[in-house]
């Protein structure tokens, strides 16, 4: 079976603004873990943007074939080949970070998912490290927009588990998680970054 490296348009688009955070907010040097890699674009994208960063990729095992395309295709000594991540089921890494970055999961795992990211993140970062997590989010109930309201309904139309997440109820997860919320940055198209503390 042949398969076909994966794209995702909007990882171009959103790529560059993301960068724009990441330069501000990561450390100067170290080491980040990706939660949900997806195709491996953003990963390729900041990699060779912060070289000085070691950009740890992870997914399901089912996205790795296409993430390791996207890998192969730069052979940067600081991107690494993806580590088998399901939040869910499989362990996590032992190394410490001293970063985490995840665009759009949370909306599209279930909320016991989301749960055991923030859990997984609060072990497996440095103290006074960083947590960013990029994508929809809503406050007190109330979507941003009404693209983000519709975006919602699309969600819940492709699977029960899926829907875009409120703040308030992530602050609470994340507390429980040793992580509490430091920045909430805005970006285009009704997106944000939310930085979180360890």
């Known amino acids: 079976m ?4 994966p794209y995702a348009e909007s990882c171009d688009e959103n790529g560059p603004p993301i960068l724009e955070v990441l330069r501000r907010e990561l450390p100067a040097s170290g080491d980040l873990l990706e ?3 997806g195709t491996g674009q953003h990963a390729v994208m900041f990699a060779t943007a912060l070289p000085d960063i070691q950009w740890h990729t992870s997914d399901m095992i089912e996205m790795h074939d296409g993430i390791q ?3 192969d295709e730069v052979s940067h000594p600081n991107l690494h080949p993806p580590i088998r991540l399901n939040v869910l089921s499989d362990p996590w890494p032992e190394q410490r970070y ?6 759009n999961t949370a909306h599209i795992m279930s909320e016991e998912a989301v749960e055991a990211m923030f859990r997984g993140a609060g072990k497996v970062l440095k103290p006074a490290s960083s947590f960013l997590l990029y994508g929809p989010f809503m406050y007190d109930g109330e979507h941003t927009s009404e693209s983000n309201a519709r975006f919602e309904l699309w969600l819940k139309s492709q699977g029960d588990h899926q829907g875009i997440r409120d703040v308030s109820w992530l602050k609470e997860i994340a507390s429980s998680a040793g992580l509490e ?7 285009p198209a009704n997106n944000r970054i939310l930085l979180w503390q360890r």
């Open 2 to 5: 042949i398969i076909r490296k």
């Open 181 to 187: 919320l430091e920045k909430d940055i805005e970006m």
């Open 69 to 71: 395309m996207w890998l």
């Open 35 to 37: 939660i949900g890699s």
């Open 98 to 103: 001293d970063a985490i970055y995840s665009a």
